[in-house]
């Protein structure tokens, strides 16, 4: 069975740092995009940053400048390098990955149990 497990999450002051890591386990042919999301309390989830297998990245205009994500193919695992933390980036983070497993000939996306950060003013 494939999960994703993200940890690092935590209560910070603003201006601090923080770092998220997600790791894939289980049995899977391969990954292609990571990302990670948000879901702050009443609002939708959002996208935060997307790196594929050949390390291109994408960012959400509020993290740029302030976030860094990378990965490592040999480990399964994301990460999310927070920096210059802001109030408004208070929120469930959620790790997601296209990973094809063996039954399967397509990619599906998973996703992690999500870790709480929490930024104080």
């Known amino acids: 069975q494939v999960q994703l497990v993200e940890t690092g999450g935590g209560l910070v002051q603003a201006g601090g740092t923080l770092r998220l890591s997600c790791a894939a386990s289980g049995r899977f042919v391969g990954i292609t995009t990571m990302g990670w999301y948000r879901q702050a309390p009443g609002k939708y989830r959002e996208l935060v940053a997307t790196?594929?297998?050949?390390?291109?990245?994408n960012y959400a205009d509020s993290v740029k400048g302030r976030f860094t994500i990378s990965r490592d193919n040999a480990k399964n695992t994301a990460y999310l390098q927070m920096n210059s933390l802001k109030p408004d980036d208070t929120a469930v983070y959620y790790c997601q990955a296209a990973i094809r497993e063996y039954s399967a000939n397509f990619y599906s996306d998973y996703w992690g149990q999500g870790t709480q950060v929490t930024v104080s003013a």
């Open positions: 790196i594929t297998r050949g390390a291109n990245t």
